[in-house]
């Protein structure tokens, strides 16, 4: 009788290819834990050379007293340490906003932060230069008048502003989120670029409510400023005078469906009269130095004491369909006004009045010096202050020029 086959053992319920399955699974899942809870710090790669931010909607805050601003730019020599309180509250603001609007979470939005405070002391130095030099301080009274001082100082802020911000923006948040090589992916609304965020969504909308502001108290300031008569004393070394003649021309077209249908004819002259030197009340300081036998003394730098410009209409031909508002009358005679000063920034009358002064001191202490024991001399020196003449960058000049696009300056024969 045959005999039966041994019957096969029962397969067990834990077979090699559900092994197989279980270890594919677990390591998919341990893949995803890496991924997204060891890799990823609160959502954002640590990878050096690329990163991804999903960009979120913020509204940007404007913390700022327009007031306090527009009183500290228009005298920064006279609040050095409140103009740079300023530009760290509004660099500060910056960082904030483009923070939020990347949103990163609250550990790198104060790491940020932190960041821009170490960088400040080096970026405040270079917002108080750069705005005393561009900024024309001695043309503060004029400005007035014309109902442009505080608004040119909103400009002067916003050019330096502009300059500085991307700087300090993109190695700011390109130290936070440790990108190699600057990569950056974003998803989400409204995306632009840290540097771009900041300009646009942050410190334009500040600087437009800024000068809002210096509308309205340039036009109360230029009102109320020869209400009551003011006296004060001064110390004041002239050393050059300058006299000079310029005229412009302009035609203003009023135009219908782009055809020009009336025009006004305007020339202007005007003759000017410039002093050049010292403030004597700003420094002025005499010292010995017995080891080197000199009598030491020391000056500010030169600069404009005083700008009297005389205006003179030799044309004005009204269209028929044309009114001349003050604005335009204003708005050329300061035109005038800047290319003057504009001839005298680039003439040689600040080394002019440098010389001058130097004779007038050797005429009036030579014989006091002559007096003393021993061979001394006397040197002449000259201390170098936030505002340098010299070194004042000609575009703020030549910007208020440029308002009146089709003027056209004449230089007339003394």
């Not at 640590?46 to 228009?74: Q, W």
């Not at 600057?182 to 965020?197: E, L, N, S």
């Not at 700008?307 to 005038?336: C, M, Q, S, T």
């Amino acid at each position: 009788m045959a005999q039966n086959p041994p019957p096969y053992p029962k397969k067990s319920g834990f077979s090699i290819g559900t092994l197989m399955l279980y270890m594919l699974v677990m390591a998919i899942a341990g893949a995803i834990v890496y991924n997204y809870y060891v890799k990823n710090v609160q959502g954002y790669t640590i990878d050096p050379e690329e990163v991804t931010l999903r960009y979120v909607d913020s509204d940007f805050k404007v913390n700022i007293d327009d007031e306090n601003a527009l009183a500290i730019i228009s005298n920064p020599r006279r609040y050095e340490r409140e103009f740079n309180d300023l530009v760290f509250q509004i660099n500060s603001q910056l960082v904030k906003h483009t923070a939020n609007r990347m949103g990163l979470p609250d550990t790198l939005k104060r790491k940020a932060l932190a960041e821009y405070k170490s960088i400040h002391p080096s970026i405040k130095d270079l917002y108080f230069k750069d705005f005393v030099t561009l900024k024309d301080t001695t043309s503060q009274l004029y400005q007035q008048w014309y109902n442009n001082e505080l608004k040119n100082a909103t400009d002067a802020m916003n050019i330096v502003a502009s300059k500085y911000t991307c700087f300090f923006i993109n190695k700011i948040f390109d130290t936070v989120l440790r990108t190699k090589e600057g990569t950056v992916f974003i998803k989400g609304k409204k995306i632009d670029t840290p540097c771009g965020i900041a300009l646009t969504e942050a410190l334009g909308p500040m600087i437009e409510r800024m000068k809002k502001r210096a509308a309205i108290d340039d036009f109360t300031n230029s009102k109320g400023m020869m209400e009551e008569k003011v006296e004060k004393a001064v110390a004041e070394l002239a050393t050059m005078e300058v006299r000079d003649r310029k005229g412009l021309t302009k035609q203003l077209q009023t135009k219908v469906f782009g055809f020009a249908v009336s025009s006004t004819d305007m020339e202007v002259s005007a003759i000017s009269m410039m002093k050049v030197g010292f403030k004597l009340d700003r420094y002025f300081d005499v010292s010995l130095s017995e080891k080197r036998k000199q009598v030491i003394v020391t000056l500010s730098e030169p600069e404009i004491l005083s700008h009297e410009v005389y205006p003179k209409f030799d044309k004005l031909d009204v269209g028929w369909l044309r009114e001349v508002e003050n604005i335009e009358l204003n708005n050329n005679i300061n035109a005038l006004r800047a290319a003057f000063r504009e001839d005298a920034f680039e003439s040689d009358i600040f080394d002019k009045s440098k010389a001058q002064v130097t004779e007038l001191m050797e005429l009036l202490l030579m014989p006091v010096v002559s007096q003393l024991n021993g061979a001394y001399k006397l040197v002449v020196r000259f201390k170098e202050t936030d505002l340098q003449p010299l070194n004042t960058p000609l575009e703020t000049i030549r910007e208020e020029k440029s308002k009146v696009s089709s003027a056209g300056l004449i230089e007339l024969d003394n």
